[in-house]
């Protein structure tokens, strides 16, 4: 098992440019999460998916766009992207609420995005 | 607003010393606890997770407690060693009163370092 996988593992994009994030688990885990992380913030939620069709809006979505066209991938985009979007990205997943095996968020390793 | 609070910011401590890290958080209606380790520009690793009705959880030399009506967990590790250096957060997780989903709440972690 390869756990959650995230690409790209680092990105430099310039003001206004767009791009999208990929994540992937192959736990079979329902629900799906983006973090961002930053210094002196800590990790804070932009949007997370119960299933798949399904994404709700988390602490910080602003700038951000998600989807989960399938149950093993989740896709963050940025429409336009601002300097304030520099930070490292970190996808998660985990069980539904509905299984004994819920409660643990398991992380990717993060895409490091600089917007110039 | 849950808001978790994690003392110190920063640990040095001594090879084979026992210590403890703490982590408090002001609402006690959680679902469970988690306690992550993460390297330097690295994702998050799960060491112990403990649901809201368990009072401590133990792998290894690592032993989380939890204190739901005080509003407090402490992870201890035992016999520390060089390898443990790393940022350890403590996130708790409660029920989103929208979508049903649960999200994460994170501390801004400990920076623990240990001298050889």
């Known amino acids: 098992n390869a756990g959650v996988t995230q690409t790209p593992k680092f990105r430099v994009l310039k003001t206004g440019q767009s791009m999208t994030l990929l994540c992937a688990q192959d736990?079979?885990?329902?629900?799906m999460y983006w973090y961002r992380q930053d210094p002196g913030m800590g990790l804070r939620l932009i949007h997370y998916s119960v299933g798949e069709g399904t994404t709700a809006k988390g602490e910080v979505p602003d700038g951000y766009n998600v989807s989960r066209l399938k149950k093993q991938n989740f896709l963050l985009g940025l429409e336009s992207a601002a300097p304030s979007q520099t930070s490292v990205y970190f996808c998660a997943s985990s069980y539904s609420v509905l299984k004994p095996q819920s409660g643990e968020q398991f992380f990717g390793p993060g895409t490091r995005l600089t917007v110039l | 607003k849950q808001e978790v609070t994690q003392i110190p910011a920063a640990l040095s401590v001594p090879e084979g010393e026992n210590l403890v890290l703490n982590c408090s958080f002001t609402d006690s209606a959680i679902y469970n606890l988690q306690w992550f380790r993460q390297d330097p520009g690295k994702g998050l690793t799960s060491l112990l997770l403990?649901?809201?009705?368990?009072r401590e959880q133990t792998s290894g030399r690592l032993n989380a407690s939890l204190d739901k009506s005080s509003g407090r967990s402490t992870l201890y590790i035992a016999a520390s060693q060089p390898g443990d250096s790393a940022t350890y957060l403590c996130a708790v997780k409660e029920k989103d009163s929208g979508a049903g989903s649960y999200q994460l709440t994170f501390g801004k972690g400990t920076k623990l370092s240990v001298i050889p």
């Open positions: 736990m079979n885990h329902e629900y």
């Open positions: 403990i649901q809201s009705s368990q």
